[in-house]
T-cell receptor
Framework: DADVTQTPRNRITKTGKRIMLECSQT?????MYWYRQDPGLGLRLIYY???????NKGEISDGYSVSRQAQAKFSLSLESAIPNQTALYFC????????????FGPGTRLTVL | RKEVEQDPGPFNVPEGATVAFNCTYS??????FFWYRQDCRKEPKLLMS???SGNEDGRFTAQLNRASQYISLLIRDSKLSDSATYLC?????????FGQGTELSVKP
């Protein structure tokens, strides 16, 4: 079984709808991250959490919110989806700061019409 | 200026070729550096960390030049399976900053 899972894997929705993307991990890592990837722009950090009680905004947090329900679960919400939020979304985990390695989930392809 | 910049490519090379990717970063306080590999629309995976002394893993060699804020990745004897996008990644304040990636296509 995969260590980092994301649901759904693909989602098509309409402008103005609320969407939740979920991430679960079995790696036992404290740190979790949400990124979006757009062609030519690389991965950009949306939110990150260093433990259950710690939530931080990343580079592009506007229009998004997150919830860290448990060490293993980190959800990303789009309160009112808009077309420029169409992207590939990745969740990632890491063990600690410093020379850490991030482990990515398989991604969620979101299309907002 | 972007925090991490890479030549987007694509690099189209024949099997067996040697190819080099370059990357520059803007934050001189950055402490750790990585190359990740991403296959088409799949998740990025760590290829190798980059150490100040340079490091090698089989056909892959990574170099770091702190004075010039420059990172490189050399792939020798390219294989078809090396076709992917290579992401230069820099740790900045406990978060990873990703370059936009360099696409490599190895042809028979």
């Amino acid at each position: 079984d995969a260590d980092v899972t994301q649901t759904p894997r693909n989602r098509i929705t309409k402008t103005g709808k609320r969407i939740m993307l979920e991430c679960s991990q079995t790696k036992g890592h404290d740190r979790m991250y949400w990124y979006r990837q757009d062609p030519g722009l690389g991965l950009r950090l949306i939110y990150y959490s260093f433990d259950v009680k710690d939530i931080n905004k990343g580079e592009i947090s506007d229009g998004y919110s997150v919830s860290r329900q448990a060490q293993a679960k980190f959800s990303l919400s789009l309160e009112s989806a808009i077309p420029n939020q169409t992207a590939l979304y990745f969740c990632a985990t890491s063990l600690s700061e410093g020379f850490d390695t991030q482990y990515f989930g398989p991604g969620t392809r979101l299309t907002v019409l | 200026r972007k925090e991490v910049e890479q030549d987007p490519g694509p690099f189209n090379v024949p099997e067996g070729a040697t190819v080099a990717f370059n990357c520059t970063y803007s934050n001189s306080a950055s402490q750790s550096f990585f190359w990740y590999r991403q296959d088409c629309r799949k998740e990025p995976k760590l290829l190798m960390s980059v150490y100040s002394s340079g490091n090698e893993d089989g056909r892959f060699t990574a170099q770091l030049n702190r004075a010039s804020q420059y990172i490189s990745l050399l792939i020798r004897d390219s294989k078809l399976s090396d076709s992917a996008t290579y992401l230069c990644v820099v740790n900045g304040g406990g978060k990873l900053i990703f370059g936009q990636g360099t696409e490599l296509s190895v042809k028979p």
